[in-house]
């Protein structure tokens, strides 16, 4: 169980938007572009509503069972330590995955300013996680504070290029609306799914507030509701803004500042794009070292490969390398990292089914489960890893000789999308 802090409604709220706010948003409203046209306004809006009953969903599991474990514990529950096994393998195997994606988008970034092309990009990434790498072999921490200053300035960013923007809107951009028909609005969503990853993080938390019952939706409902509005608005002004060129832009926020303001925007969004990535991959690095060690001692890893935290951050650091030189691009490497995250939340959802006893609980509980299936069948092939994924965690628990009867060391700091959200940690983790 997780110490009270006497959590605050507002901050609540400010750290679960600081969970789901990322740093796909920097080019996630280009890759929705290229794959749906301006209907890809469409999914941006479908993720928004799924938010509202998946948000509603972990608030519940959260305010019932305030425990810091989160999807991992839920899963336990509901179904036991193999099912809980996979919720760990498909976070862990996702940060390799995903780290590529997350840095190749301010790489993209990088490249508008010095050129190079895919050479810059390549050099951005191993700089980042290099950086990110060092840091956390010597266990340097990154505060709580420095972290969601830095969600703070994505959205404070968000909002200044809204504005600017906002005057060069065009309605005749929305023409033609639907080219790739419905096969592009679906593929877009599965996309879309980078930019809404952290709300499993609200039934972490919910152990933290001075009366979970009652503060968790509230937080909840704030969180969604600021969330939905920055998502909507930046996308909706990059479809009427930038036109058709949004869909080939590798630095969409860029080119909204520069039309809008002019000047040295480029580099200035550049900066601001590589510190919140240092910032999220340092954070992912953390949490998901701590999460291989806990695997390891739960028995759902071989403790020779993951059983210390140097270890275990050795083997993020190489597969992540390994992963950016794989021939894919950057849209199917998303997927294969969207599909992880899409799993574990239909785990989470059916977990809810069986653990939350409303019938409006339920209710909601199954109409995120269904979302959430849907988004996991529309993300196509690259679904079958996250299923091939979680496959391997039940077989090796299965195996396993190295079982233990304690309770799972797995907690919601290892295995969090964006493990900054909780107020506190133990020694040497990310806050």
Do not use: K
């Not at 780290?99 to 190749?104: D, E, F, I, K, R």
């Not at 096969?183 to 952290?198: N, S």
């Not at 077989?395 to 060391?409: D, E, K, L």
């Amino acid at each position: 169980m997780t110490a009270r802090t006497d959590l605050s409604v507002a901050q609540g709220a400010a750290l679960s938007v600081g969970a789901v706010l990322g740093t796909g948003l920097i080019s996630l409203p280009a890759l929705a572009a290229d794959a749906a046209g301006p209907a890809s306004l469409v999914a941006w809006l479908a993720l928004i509503v799924l938010s509202a009953p998946l948000a509603w969903t972990f608030a519940a599991l959260g305010a019932r069972y305030p425990d810091g474990g989160g999807v991992s514990t839920y899963a336990q529950m509901a179904f036991g330590p193999r099912v809980s096994a996979a919720v760990g393998w498909c976070f862990y195997f996702a940060v390799p995955l995903g780290a590529p994606v997350a840095v190749g988008f301010t790489g993209g970034y990088v490249s508008d300013v010095i050129g190079g092309g895919r050479v810059t990009e390549i050099a951005t990434f191993l700089v980042i996680v290099g950086t990110a790498y060092v840091m956390n072999w010597f266990g340097l921490r990154v505060s709580g504070g420095v972290q969601v200053v830095m969600s703070v300035s994505l959205a404070a960013l968000l909002v200044v290029t809204v504005i600017a923007a906002l005057p060069h809107a065009r309605w005749e951009n929305l023409t033609p609306f639907n080219p790739h028909g419905f096969a592009g609005i679906g593929a877009a969503a599965a996309l879309l799914v980078w930019g809404f990853a952290g709300w499993e993080a609200l039934s972490s938390l919910s152990g933290e507030y001075r009366n979970p019952r009652r503060d968790v939706p509230r937080a909840t409902l704030i969180a969604v509701a600021v969330v939905g509005v920055l998502y909507l608005a930046v996308a909706l002004v990059s479809v009427l803004a930038l036109g058709p060129a949004l869909a080939g832009s590798r630095a969409p926020l860029a080119d909204l500042l520069a039309i809008g303001l002019g000047g040295p925007v480029r580099i200035i969004t550049a900066v601001v794009a590589v510190v919140l990535t240092l910032g999220a991959v340092n954070a992912y690095f953390a949490g998901s070292s701590r999460l291989g060690v806990a695997l390891a001692a739960d028995g759902a890893l071989p403790a020779r490969v993951f059983g210390g935290r140097r270890r275990s951050l050795t083997f993020i650091f190489l597969a992540g390398i390994g992963c950016v030189f794989l021939p894919l691009d950057l849209h199917t490497s998303a997927l294969l990292t969207t599909g992880c995250f899409t799993l574990v939340y239909v785990i989470g959802t059916a977990a809810a089914l069986r653990l939350l006893p409303g019938v409006w609980q339920r209710i909601v509980a199954g109409l995120a489960f269904t979302a959430v299936v849907s988004l996991l069948w529309l993300t196509g092939p690259p679904a079958l890893l996250s299923l091939v994924i979680a496959g391997g965690a039940v077989a090796y628990r299965a195996i396993s000789r190295s079982r233990t009867a304690r309770p799972s060391s797995i907690s919601s700091a290892s295995i969090a999308p964006n493990p900054t959200t909780r107020p506190r940690c133990e020694e040497g983790s990310v806050v």
